[in-house]
Protein backbone atom coordinates (compact mmCIF):
# COMPACT_ATOMS: atom_id res chain seq x y z
CA UNK A 1 0.00 0.00 0.00
CA UNK A 2 0.97 3.16 -1.08
CA UNK A 3 2.11 5.81 1.90
CA UNK A 4 -0.63 8.34 2.35
CA UNK A 5 0.91 11.96 1.39
CA UNK A 6 1.00 15.44 3.56
CA UNK A 7 -1.47 16.32 0.69
CA UNK A 8 -4.06 13.77 1.66
CA UNK A 9 -3.81 14.16 5.56
CA UNK A 10 -4.33 18.15 4.56
CA UNK A 11 -7.85 16.97 2.68
CA UNK A 12 -8.89 14.73 5.64
CA UNK A 13 -8.17 17.44 7.66
CA UNK A 14 -10.40 19.98 5.66
CA UNK A 15 -13.10 16.97 5.26
CA UNK A 16 -13.32 16.43 9.60
CA UNK A 17 -13.11 20.65 9.46
CA UNK A 18 -16.27 21.73 6.73
CA UNK A 19 -17.97 18.03 6.66
CA UNK A 20 -19.43 16.95 3.33
CA UNK A 21 -19.56 19.77 0.47
CA UNK A 22 -21.68 19.83 -2.73
CA UNK A 23 -19.77 19.09 -5.70
CA UNK A 24 -20.40 20.55 -9.24
CA UNK A 25 -22.64 19.21 -12.03
CA UNK A 26 -21.73 15.93 -13.41
CA UNK A 27 -24.22 16.51 -16.37
CA UNK A 28 -21.55 18.93 -18.94
CA UNK A 29 -24.68 21.59 -19.93
CA UNK A 30 -25.33 22.01 -16.09
CA UNK A 31 -22.42 22.53 -15.50
CA UNK A 32 -21.77 24.84 -18.10
CA UNK A 33 -24.27 26.83 -16.60
CA UNK A 34 -23.37 26.11 -13.03
CA UNK A 35 -19.63 27.93 -14.85
CA UNK A 36 -21.64 31.23 -16.09
CA UNK A 37 -23.54 31.77 -13.13
CA UNK A 38 -20.90 31.25 -10.82
CA UNK A 39 -18.58 34.04 -12.22
CA UNK A 40 -18.77 37.55 -10.55
CA UNK A 41 -21.75 35.78 -8.15
CA UNK A 42 -21.79 33.81 -4.59
CA UNK A 43 -22.68 30.09 -4.54
CA UNK A 44 -26.00 31.14 -2.64
CA UNK A 45 -26.92 33.36 -5.81
CA UNK A 46 -25.90 31.01 -8.15
CA UNK A 47 -27.51 28.11 -6.57
CA UNK A 48 -30.49 29.91 -6.25
CA UNK A 49 -30.29 30.60 -10.05
CA UNK A 50 -29.54 27.37 -11.03
CA UNK A 51 -32.56 25.74 -8.76
CA UNK A 52 -34.67 28.39 -10.69
CA UNK A 53 -33.45 27.29 -14.13
CA UNK A 54 -34.31 23.93 -13.17
CA UNK A 55 -37.66 25.36 -11.61
CA UNK A 56 -38.52 26.42 -15.33
CA UNK A 57 -37.29 22.92 -17.17
CA UNK A 58 -34.37 24.85 -18.88
CA UNK A 59 -31.24 22.85 -17.54
CA UNK A 60 -30.95 21.50 -21.33
CA UNK A 61 -30.05 22.52 -24.34
CA UNK A 62 -33.05 22.64 -25.93
CA UNK A 63 -35.45 23.44 -22.99
CA UNK A 64 -33.62 26.37 -22.64
CA UNK A 65 -32.88 27.22 -26.65
CA UNK A 66 -37.28 27.27 -25.87
CA UNK A 67 -37.63 28.52 -22.71
CA UNK A 68 -39.81 32.16 -22.58
CA UNK A 69 -37.08 34.76 -22.25
CA UNK A 70 -38.99 36.70 -19.43
CA UNK A 71 -38.73 33.47 -17.26
CA UNK A 72 -34.92 33.22 -18.39
CA UNK A 73 -33.89 36.69 -17.40
CA UNK A 74 -35.90 36.50 -14.25
CA UNK A 75 -33.68 33.17 -13.10
CA UNK A 76 -30.66 34.21 -14.68
CA UNK A 77 -31.17 37.61 -12.45
CA UNK A 78 -30.68 35.72 -9.53
CA UNK A 79 -27.26 35.08 -9.94
CA UNK A 80 -26.73 38.49 -9.19
CA UNK A 81 -24.88 41.54 -11.77
CA UNK A 82 -23.83 41.06 -15.41
CA UNK A 83 -27.24 39.08 -15.99
CA UNK A 84 -27.12 40.73 -19.83
CA UNK A 85 -23.24 38.73 -20.03
CA UNK A 86 -24.30 35.59 -18.55
CA UNK A 87 -27.46 35.29 -20.95
CA UNK A 88 -25.34 36.13 -24.01
CA UNK A 89 -22.67 33.39 -22.86
CA UNK A 90 -26.09 31.27 -22.21
CA UNK A 91 -26.64 31.83 -25.64
CA UNK A 92 -23.46 31.11 -27.31
CA UNK A 93 -23.50 27.95 -25.60
CA UNK A 94 -27.12 26.69 -25.91
CA UNK A 95 -26.25 27.24 -29.92
CA UNK A 96 -22.88 25.35 -29.91
CA UNK A 97 -24.41 22.25 -27.07
CA UNK A 98 -27.16 21.87 -30.05
CA UNK A 99 -24.50 21.95 -33.20
CA UNK A 100 -22.09 19.58 -30.96
CA UNK A 101 -24.60 16.70 -29.88
CA UNK A 102 -21.40 14.64 -29.97
CA UNK A 103 -19.59 17.33 -27.46
CA UNK A 104 -20.52 15.40 -24.13
CA UNK A 105 -18.77 12.16 -25.67
CA UNK A 106 -15.95 13.86 -27.14
CA UNK A 107 -15.11 15.72 -23.64
CA UNK A 108 -14.72 11.81 -22.03
CA UNK A 109 -12.14 10.91 -25.07
CA UNK A 110 -8.91 11.63 -26.05
CA UNK A 111 -7.70 14.89 -23.69
CA UNK A 112 -6.27 16.89 -27.15
CA UNK A 113 -9.92 16.40 -28.51
CA UNK A 114 -11.67 17.37 -25.58
CA UNK A 115 -9.67 20.20 -24.64
CA UNK A 116 -10.28 21.52 -27.88
CA UNK A 117 -14.00 20.81 -28.09
CA UNK A 118 -14.28 22.93 -25.05
CA UNK A 119 -12.29 26.18 -26.49
CA UNK A 120 -15.30 27.74 -27.78
CA UNK A 121 -17.41 27.58 -24.91
CA UNK A 122 -17.23 31.26 -22.63
CA UNK A 123 -16.39 32.43 -19.72
CA UNK A 124 -14.53 28.92 -18.99
CA UNK A 125 -11.07 29.88 -19.13
CA UNK A 126 -8.35 27.43 -18.14
CA UNK A 127 -9.85 26.56 -14.70
CA UNK A 128 -13.60 26.40 -16.16
CA UNK A 129 -12.56 23.74 -18.83
CA UNK A 130 -10.37 21.81 -16.24
CA UNK A 131 -13.54 21.67 -14.30
CA UNK A 132 -15.65 20.76 -17.30
CA UNK A 133 -12.84 17.89 -17.65
CA UNK A 134 -12.85 16.63 -14.02
CA UNK A 135 -16.72 16.65 -13.44
CA UNK A 136 -18.10 16.27 -16.67
CA UNK A 137 -15.79 14.30 -18.22
CA UNK A 138 -14.21 11.74 -15.41
CA UNK A 139 -10.34 13.05 -16.65
CA UNK A 140 -8.13 12.84 -13.59
CA UNK A 141 -6.96 16.75 -13.56
CA UNK A 142 -6.53 19.01 -11.16
CA UNK A 143 -8.61 22.79 -11.82
CA UNK A 144 -6.47 25.13 -10.34
CA UNK A 145 -8.64 27.90 -9.87
CA UNK A 146 -7.41 31.57 -7.87
CA UNK A 147 -8.24 29.92 -4.72
CA UNK A 148 -6.72 26.41 -4.72
CA UNK A 149 -3.74 28.45 -5.81
CA UNK A 150 -3.63 30.75 -3.08
CA UNK A 151 -3.66 27.83 -0.61
CA UNK A 152 -1.66 25.74 -2.43
CA UNK A 153 1.15 28.05 -2.30
CA UNK A 154 0.78 29.33 1.13
CA UNK A 155 1.02 25.64 1.92
CA UNK A 156 4.52 25.15 0.22
CA UNK A 157 3.13 23.64 -3.20
CA UNK A 158 4.65 25.12 -6.54
CA UNK A 159 6.71 28.12 -7.23
CA UNK A 160 4.88 31.95 -6.54
CA UNK A 161 4.94 33.96 -9.62
CA UNK A 162 3.54 37.16 -10.62
CA UNK A 163 1.82 35.18 -13.73
CA UNK A 164 -1.14 34.05 -12.67
CA UNK A 165 -1.08 31.38 -15.47
CA UNK A 166 2.43 30.33 -14.75
CA UNK A 167 1.71 30.15 -10.98
CA UNK A 168 -1.14 27.48 -10.80
CA UNK A 169 0.48 25.22 -13.10
CA UNK A 170 3.15 24.72 -10.94
CA UNK A 171 0.83 24.53 -7.88
CA UNK A 172 -1.16 22.20 -10.32
CA UNK A 173 2.26 20.06 -11.28
CA UNK A 174 3.31 20.24 -7.41
CA UNK A 175 -0.73 19.21 -5.82
CA UNK A 176 -0.87 16.41 -8.60
CA UNK A 177 2.09 14.77 -7.97
CA UNK A 178 1.07 14.11 -4.34
CA UNK A 179 -2.89 12.48 -5.45
CA UNK A 180 -3.57 9.15 -6.38
CA UNK A 181 -4.64 9.13 -9.80
CA UNK A 182 -8.22 8.26 -9.44
CA UNK A 183 -11.10 10.92 -10.39
CA UNK A 184 -12.29 10.97 -6.81
CA UNK A 185 -9.42 11.97 -5.27
CA UNK A 186 -8.81 14.54 -7.73
CA UNK A 187 -12.58 15.75 -7.41
CA UNK A 188 -12.48 15.60 -3.64
CA UNK A 189 -8.98 17.97 -3.98
CA UNK A 190 -10.37 20.83 -5.80
CA UNK A 191 -13.69 20.88 -3.40
CA UNK A 192 -11.83 21.02 -0.08
CA UNK A 193 -9.38 23.10 -1.58
CA UNK A 194 -11.12 25.71 -3.37
CA UNK A 195 -13.69 26.13 -0.86
CA UNK A 196 -10.97 26.52 2.17
CA UNK A 197 -9.62 29.48 -0.34
CA UNK A 198 -13.36 30.60 -0.02
CA UNK A 199 -14.04 29.78 3.29
CA UNK A 200 -10.92 30.11 5.58
CA UNK A 201 -8.01 31.10 3.67
CA UNK A 202 -9.03 34.36 2.14
CA UNK A 203 -6.59 36.54 0.01
CA UNK A 204 -6.57 39.76 2.29
CA UNK A 205 -7.10 38.09 6.07
CA UNK A 206 -6.90 34.29 6.10
CA UNK A 207 -8.34 33.35 9.65
CA UNK A 208 -4.96 30.51 10.53
CA UNK A 209 -5.32 31.66 14.11
CA UNK A 210 -8.96 29.11 13.53
CA UNK A 211 -7.01 26.96 10.41
CA UNK A 212 -7.55 23.08 11.20
CA UNK A 213 -4.26 23.47 8.54
CA UNK A 214 -2.02 26.07 11.05
CA UNK A 215 0.57 23.28 12.38
CA UNK A 216 1.47 22.37 8.34
CA UNK A 217 1.48 25.84 7.23
CA UNK A 218 4.63 27.62 6.54
CA UNK A 219 2.50 30.75 5.83
CA UNK A 220 0.05 30.55 8.76
CA UNK A 221 2.80 30.02 11.15
CA UNK A 222 4.30 33.37 9.74
CA UNK A 223 1.54 35.20 10.42
CA UNK A 224 0.64 33.98 13.81
CA UNK A 225 4.28 34.87 14.92
CA UNK A 226 4.09 38.54 13.43
CA UNK A 227 0.81 38.90 15.57
CA UNK A 228 2.28 37.87 18.49
CA UNK A 229 4.95 40.07 18.32
CA UNK A 230 2.94 42.69 17.19
S1 LIG B 1 -2.93 28.46 8.24
FE1 LIG B 1 -3.63 30.38 7.30
S2 LIG B 1 -2.47 30.58 5.40
FE2 LIG B 1 -2.30 28.43 6.08
S3 LIG B 1 -3.93 27.36 5.03
FE3 LIG B 1 -4.72 27.96 7.00
S4 LIG B 1 -5.73 29.94 6.64
FE4 LIG B 1 -4.38 29.53 4.89
Known amino acids: ?3 VSRLE ?3 DALRKFYGPLPTPPRDPFTLFVWEVLSVHSTPRKRDAALTALKRIRALTPDAMWRAPQKKLEESVALAGPYAENRLRALRTGVDL ?3 SPSLP ?5 PLAAARRALKPLPQL ?17 LPVDARVSRVGRRLGYGDASDDFRKQARSVQEALTCELPRSVDAFRRAFSYLSHHG ?3 CTERDPHCSVC ?8 GRKRVRTMADR
Open 1 to 3: MSP
Open 9 to 11: DTL
Open 97 to 99: FRR
Open 105 to 109: AVIRG
Open 125 to 141: GESGAHRMLLFAADHPI
Open 198 to 200: AAT
Open 212 to 219: PLLEECPE
